[in-house]
């Protein structure tokens, strides 16, 4: 069983920075996509952004240029540099991974409030 482990989040002013980070555990598999996703009240769980383990990273546009993925060389933490927050990043952000012959996952959950 997959387990993910989010750690950060909280409050931060506009213009501001945050860190998320997710450990994932009990993957054996070595081919997998991580990322974030986020869920603002009253709306869908969109995608933030997401790496695999090649490298190659996919952003929402509204996070383009303020927002940096990243993964240790183990490939089982992603990172989430966020900077430049804005209020409408206000949302619960999720960790996720995607495991070649495992399915997918989600953490539990972190809320992040953007304000002033």
């Known amino acids: 069983q997959v387990h993910l482990v989010e750690s950060g989040g909280g409050s931060v002013q506009p213009g501001g920075s945050m860190n998320l980070s997710c450990l994932a555990s009990?993957?054996?598999?070595?081919?997998?996509?991580m990322g974030w996703f986020r869920q603002a009240p009253r709306s869908q769980r969109t995608l933030v952004a997401t790496m695999d383990t090649k490298g190659i990273t996919t952003y929402a546009d509204a996070v383009k240029g303020r927002f940096t993925i990243s993964r240790d060389s183990t490939n089982s933490t992603v990172h989430l540099q966020m900077n430049m927050m804005k209020p409408e990043d206000t949302a619960v952000y999720y960790c996720y991974a995607a495991i070649d012959g495992a399915g997918l996952f989600w953490g539990q959950g972190t809320q992040i409030t953007v304000s002033s």
């Open positions: 009990g993957s054996r598999s070595n081919n997998n996509v």
